[in-house]
């Protein structure tokens, strides 16, 4: 299996979450769980995982998107209007415990 390719046209902000991932270099990991984030009601179902490091150190990565933007769009506009693949954005959220 071939891995994704990065896309050229788009950049990561200095804000993004995502920036923490080279934090990671020179970890040893110890465990990962793999499950679903406990969410409120009207947010949708997303994945997580927690990472463990030998120095007790854990990064949990999950998932965001615009899900919530979108769906407001849509009641504000009647429910008219087509959507779009491209109308969708989905973002990885690190955390760390230090």
């Known amino acids: 299996m071939t891995l994704p390719k990065f896309r050229?046209?788009?950049q990561v902000e200095a804000n993004y979450s995502?920036?923490?991932a080279s934090e990671m270099v020179g970890k040893t990991v110890k465990?990962?769980?793999?499950?679903?984030?406990?969410?409120?009601?009207?947010?949708?179902q997303t994945e997580m995982l927690i990472i463990t490091f030998t120095d007790n150190?854990?990064?949990?990565?999950?998932?965001?998107?615009?899900?919530?933007?979108i769906t407001?769009?849509?009641e504000r506009s009647g429910g008219s209007g087509k959507l779009k693949p491209a109308d969708f954005h989905v973002d990885l959220d690190l955390t760390w415990k230090r």
């Open 72 to 74: 407001s769009q849509i």
């Open 8 to 10: 050229n046209d788009l």
């Open 18 to 20: 995502i920036n923490q």
């Open 31 to 44: 465990s990962v769980q793999i499950g679903f984030q406990k969410t409120g009601a009207q947010v949708h």
């Open 57 to 69: 150190t854990q990064l949990a990565i999950s998932t965001g998107s615009n899900v919530v933007n």
